[in-house]
């Protein structure tokens, strides 16, 4: 047994290679919190209320994204990044509403980071902008990890993913300050359990706000705006977040 990571050993195990590995890692890490902490200030001095989206692919963030720009547009003034590995197709979605949008395709990337989000904005007008929505590439593992500069991270799980999601990815619930569970009009066709996924999410983070929603019949979507018009209110009066 390996005494530094706790490994059996194959042939020729060195620990250099994997000390290098984790030198690079923080390395990358230190730089992405130092561009984060640029973009928060940034958000701060405009009063912009920034949120990180997260979720694993086809839970239906794209969906509520369109939702909530579309029903609170006339109160408050949205931008949203959309983060893929290919294509345009949300940004295109979102810019369809009238929402400005810009899309960052990451290529082999699976998650955003702080210097992408950093030069993203610059396509929006940021003193006409009260909420930014930062639709991250779908992956319920690295985009935990990387802070954005955002003010809230909030995660959307749909029961069609497994209600035990967040005992099998516990960091990105515990990073999470907000959890939506998504498509509970099709609680009646699938093996869902909502009290386990609820007491699954909530014995990782106690605090967690969780909202039950569908974007198809809009159940709970009032929830989630008044919490979302809260914390940019709280944003805007420097009082601490809703979360």
């Known amino acids: 047994m390996c005494t530094d990571c706790g490994c059996s050993p194959p042939p020729k195990h060195q620990h250099d290679a994997a000390k290098k590995t984790v030198q690079i890692e923080k390395n990358l890490l230190d730089k992405n919190d130092r561009l984060a902490a640029q973009n ?4 701060s001095d405009e009063d912009i209320l920034v949120i990180n989206l997260l979720s694993s692919p086809g839970s239906g963030k794209t969906t509520l994204v369109e939702e909530t720009v579309t029903d609170l547009g006339a109160q408050l003034r949205f931008a949203v990044l959309e983060g893929d590995q290919q294509t345009s197709h949300d940004a295109d979605r979102i810019a369809a ?16 980071d702080a210097h992408m989000v950093g030069h993203g904005v610059e396509h929006f007008t940021l003193p006409d902008t009260d909420v930014l929505i930062i639709e991250n590439v779908g992956n ?4 935990a990890s990387f802070d954005l ?50 007491r699954y999410a909530l014995g990782i983070r106690p605090d967690l706000k969780i909202f039950e ?3 198809y019949d809009k159940t709970g979507m009032n929830l989630w705006y008044n919490w979302l ?12 977040s809703c979360a």
């Open 97 to 112: 509403t009238g929402t400005p949008a810009h899309q960052i395709n990451t290529g082999s990337g699976c998650h955003l």
């Open 149 to 198: 500069g955002e003010d809230l991270k909030a995660t959307v799980l749909s029961v069609t993913e497994g209600d035990d999601k967040p005992l099998k990815y516990p960091q990105m619930f515990r990073a999470s300050d907000v959890l939506l569970i998504n498509k509970i009009d099709l609680l009646p066709h699938v093996r869902f359990d909502l009290d386990a996924c609820r």
């Open 40 to 43: 928060r200030a940034r958000f």
């Open 140 to 143: 319920l593992v690295c985009p």
């Open 213 to 215: 929603i569908s974007c």
């Open 229 to 240: 018009k809260t914390a940019h209110k709280q944003k805007t009066s420097g009082t601490s």
